[in-house]
């Protein structure tokens, strides 16, 4: 679900800006990693999630390793976020981010996804390395929490629902406590095509009838160089251009107000961006980074009016059987009786809301 949140890039032009300025360098970049790694890829598409990809920026750069003083910065960055997001659940404080101001609620209530960056320093320096942290909120009308964790959980159709980025997706495993999947994302346009094959572990918390929270975070990311081509090659984890090195998210949802809030934090971590062009690519990967969270919350609620669409037609032909079926004749005096089952159709059961236990 999660998951689009962070795009390699989107227009040429930027490429192309990027590619003029980022130029080789001696000195290594690298990224932190996560600390909670069982809920510790902060906010994830996720999800869906996510899948998590609005972090990636297109690079023409040097090689680099991910050094263990990135690592340990990550680390202590994603521990201050999970206490922050701890604090949510105390009763008086506020569930959502989007509460805060009372204008931001009423933007998203019409319609808008409101998206902003996290603290005052995004990204966030750290040594060889960069954190990324942004927030966003959407509103999906008419939705339930169930037909929100019907998408949020159904894995394999993550390749669908955030496309083109998502090239593949899996589920791994499922159970009471925690799911794992995995997903292939990749850029076409990237002038070297590299893409990432990562895997998820995820877990689903739930606070009462109408709320719930979610936390995933990547438990492996590895580049592959020249994907599609003759000479692909799957790199060792913490190898390659740095794109990403880590993804964490954190996906709140409320019901209320005749539909369903969710709200989605992306944090990931890349390797640093060389002192010279800061002044250029900053800007470009905030504008990259904004945008590609927008759309991953834009595609999620897209998926969940899709399969709402689908489960409503397949109850009004269900309806209008019965309908023909009750007004007989002659002939259907003879008949046997229609066994009519439930109006929910297997394909869309969703997954149960389960309260999970937090991971430590």
Not at 20 to 44: E, L, V, Y
Not at 88 to 105: A, H, I, Q, S, Y
Not at 172 to 195: G, V
Not at 280 to 289: D, F, G, M, Q, W
Request: aromatic letters at 8%; charged letters at 25%.
């Amino acid at each position: 679900m999660l998951l689009e949140e962070f795009n390699f890039g989107k227009s040429t032009a930027i490429q192309m800006s990027m590619q003029k300025t980022f130029q080789p360098h001696s000195k290594k970049g690298s990224i932190a990693r996560d600390t909670r790694d069982a809920p510790s890829d902060r906010w994830i598409r996720f999800r869906p999630l996510i899948p998590l990809i609005a972090l990636l920026f297109p690079a023409a750069i040097h090689a680099s390793s991910l050094e263990s003083t990135t690592l340990a910065a990550w680390e202590e960055y994603i521990e201050c976020a999970n206490i922050q997001a701890e604090q949510r659940l105390v009763p008086g404080k506020t569930f959502l981010w989007m509460d805060e101001v009372p204008g931001r609620l009423a933007k998203v209530r019409a319609g808008e996804i409101v998206v902003l960056p996290v603290g005052t320093q995004n990204p966030k320096r750290v040594p060889s390395g960069l954190i990324h942290d942004w927030v966003g909120t959407a509103f999906i009308p008419g939705a339930t929490l169930q037909d929100v964790f019907q998408v949020v959980r159904d894995y394999p159709r993550y390749k669908e629902w955030y496309r083109p980025i998502v090239v593949d997706s899996k589920a791994i495993s499922a159970a009471e406590t925690k799911d794992r999947f995995s997903m292939l994302l990749m850029n076409k346009s990237f002038f070297k095509k590299t893409a990432l094959d990562t895997e998820y572990e995820s877990g689903y918390v739930h606070i009462d009838s109408r709320r719930g929270y979610s936390i995933s975070r990547t438990t492996r990311i590895q580049e592959i160089e020249d994907y599609g081509s003759s000479a692909q090659r799957v790199l060792p984890a913490g190898e390659g251009n740095g794109i990403i090195w880590r993804l964490f998210s954190i996906m709140r949802f409320e019901e209320r107000d005749g539909g369903v809030y969710i709200e989605l934090e992306a944090i990931g971590l890349s390797r640093d961006i060389p002192f010279s062009v800061r002044w250029a690519v900053e800007p470009i990967v905030r504008r990259v980074s904004r945008g590609s969270l927008s759309t991953s919350l834009r595609q999620t609620a897209n998926a969940v009016n899709v399969n709402l669409e689908a489960a409503n037609s397949k109850a009004g032909q269900r309806t209008a059987t019965i309908a023909m079926t009750s007004k007989g004749d002659a002939r259907d005096q003879f008949r046997a009786p229609v066994s009519v089952e439930s109006s929910r159709v297997a394909s869309n059961q969703a997954i149960p809301y389960r309260s999970l236990q937090h991971d430590q």
